[in-house]
T-cell receptor, first 109, second 113 residues
């Protein structure tokens, strides 16, 4: 079966740093995505990791360890607008992406 | 470029009725996907079109769900007859090439009462 685990909710303070972890056990692996989703809106693409290591993109970074089935999304200099759900998703083959349940991130002023 | 457009944004129907959801992918995207999120659960794959052909429909819950993509452009997802457990948010996504990142639509929130 397919299993993607991430924390249900997290809370952080404006200006701080937060790390959202994701572990996965899937039947295949072609890459790992992180999406951001604000309530009532479309999930929007944040990052894609296919090789081990850290990918940095502005305030957001994503890390992958394929041997450990582990990824994290790191958000720096948190802003109020970063309050959203963050979805970890694994591409198990070219045409199918499996999603975790998402982590709801609350930012406090 | 215009994004993925879904219509309607919300739909409330009675159990037993029929509802048709529409998705207009980004122009030129051959790959079109339907996903669904029911309350408290993760977003789950329903099916994948490559142009007008169904590449993978393994996620379709049952035969009350029918997806079409005539002409390889927009797609419709019909639920007939709708049941209470069909309530959720139905997302459409498209991509230019298989294996690439998706662009999602804003979803259709379906409520069956």
């Amino acid at each position: 079966g397919q299993n993607i685990d991430q924390p249900t909710e997290m809370t952080a303070t404006e200006g701080a740093i937060v790390q959202i972890n994701c572990t996965y056990q899937t039947s295949g692996f072609n890459g790992l995505f992180w999406y951001q989703q604000h309530a009532g809106e479309a999930p929007t693409f944040l990052s894609y990791n296919v090789l081990d290591g850290l990918e940095e993109k502005g305030r957001f970074s994503s890390f992958l360890s394929r041997s450990k089935g582990y990824s994290y999304l790191l958000l720096k200099e948190l802003q109020m607008k970063d309050s959203a759900s963050y979805l970890c998703a694994v591409s198990i083959r070219d045409d199918k992406i499996i999603f975790g349940k998402g982590t709801r991130l609350h930012i406090l002023p | 470029e215009a994004g993925v457009t879904q219509f309607p944004s919300h739909s409330v129907i009675e159990k037993g009725q029929t509802v048709t959801l529409r998705c207009d992918p980004i122009s030129g995207h051959d790959n079109l996907y339907w996903y669904r999120r029911v309350m408290g659960k993760e977003i789950k794959f329903l099916l994948h079109f490559v142009k007008e052909s169904k590449q993978d429909e393994s996620g379709m819950p049952n035969n009350r769900f029918l997806a079409e993509r005539t002409g390889g452009t927009y797609s419709t997802l019909k639920v007939q007859p709708a049941e209470l457990e069909d309530s959720g948010v139905y997302f459409c996504a498209s991509s230019h090439r298989t294996g690439g990142g998706y662009t999602f639509g804003s979803g259709t929130r379906l409520t069956v009462v």
